[in-house]
């Protein structure tokens, strides 16, 4: 006899594809998957792991790239037929990457070319940067992070502006609360115009005598 021993179905993922150029500092890479769901991202220094839902199909990456890059600096960006991705290199290289992975066997079967974006590394001058319009994803660790082209001098001047913003709200509470207490003062306050009405005016002090004709 045979026992056959029912296990639960559970759909597989798929490796989604990947596409990637390169410039000396940095690398464009590009997840070819339409109208992305649910997706979760996750990068650090040397890796990339990506989950994501496409026409109710799971699709998933991991990825250890060929070298570190500075995720920090990195950022992203979900459009309706891919997610693209700039990656900073941490260190500038004077010669282009290999491959973008460090394992040459799993980039054959996942990683292309992207010639859209490729260019010649004797050709790098010539070259166009990469378009990074639109891509205000943060890429630190999957978490929080400092947009590419804002640096920390900035943002504390930003930071000083608030500031200075929180100081009017103050001098506008101090306003109104001095407004309140003139009013205050019309029903048995302090006159409006400020002072005690007993006290002479300081003004008569200062004017001369007439002299009798």
Same mark, same amino acid.
């Given at each position: ?49 990506? &989950? ?24 992203? &960006? ?11 290199? &941490? ?58 082209? @804002?640096? @920390?001098?900035?943002? @504390?001047?930003? @930071? ?54």
């Amino acid at each position: 006899f045979f026992f056959l021993k029912k296990t639960p179905f559970t759909m597989a993922s798929n490796s989604a594809p990947i596409k990637w150029a390169q410039r000396s500092d940095s690398v464009y890479l590009t997840i070819s998957i339409p109208d992305v769901t649910d997706e979760t991202i996750t990068l650090s220094d040397s890796s990339l792991v990506f &989950k994501g839902k496409s026409s109710g199909q799971d699709y998933t990456c991991d990825l250890s790239f060929f070298k570190d890059l500075d995720s920090s600096a990195s950022t992203y &960006k979900v459009g309706p037929r891919s997610i693209q991705m700039y990656l900073v290199k &941490k260190e500038k290289e004077e010669e282009f990457w290999p491959r973008l992975l460090e394992d040459k066997v799993k980039e054959k079967g996942q990683v292309k070319i992207d010639w859209d974006k490729y260019v010649d590394e004797d050709e790098e001058d010539e070259a166009e940067a990469f378009d990074t319009d639109g891509m205000d994803g943060s890429m630190m660790g999957g978490g929080g992070g400092m947009p590419p082209g @804002m640096d @920390m001098e900035a943002l @504390m001047k930003q @930071m000083g502006g608030m500031g200075g913003m929180g100081g009017a709200d103050g001098g506008m509470a101090e306003m109104m609360a001095k407004m309140k207490g003139d009013l205050e003062g019309g029903a048995g306050g302090p006159a409006p115009g400020g002072g005690d009405d007993d006290e002479p005016d300081s003004d008569d002090d200062d004017l001369p005598d007439l002299e009798e004709s």
